[in-house]
């Protein structure tokens, strides 16, 4: 799943767990760990403060990769 369809996913299931992302930490914590692993592996060192910190950088890294998978397969 991507980053994109894991977020909007995340999303509207957090409605429904509102206890479990009572605030922007626990929010952006929970987020990080249903993240693929090569993607949380990335984001989780940085202990970025919000969940819109965690969701941007956990795109641009997804992004990354794919970026990269594109380059190895071409060379």
């Known amino acids: 799943?991507?980053?994109a369809a894991y977020e909007a996913e995340f999303t509207n299931l957090a409605e429904y767990a509102s206890h479990i992302v009572a605030d922007?930490?626990?929010?952006a914590r929970k987020f990080e760990d249903g993240l693929k692993y090569e993607?949380?592996?990335?984001?989780?060192p940085m202990r970025l403060p919000t969940y819109a910190d965690v969701v941007d950088r956990?795109?641009?890294?997804?992004?990354?990769?794919?970026?990269?998978k594109k380059?190895?397969?071409n060379h």
């Open 58 to 68: 956990a795109l641009l890294v997804e992004q990354e990769i794919q970026e990269s």
């Open 24 to 27: 922007e930490n626990k929010k």
């Open 39 to 44: 993607i949380r592996k990335v984001v989780r």
């Open 71 to 73: 380059f190895t397969k």
């Open 1 to 3: 799943m991507s980053v």
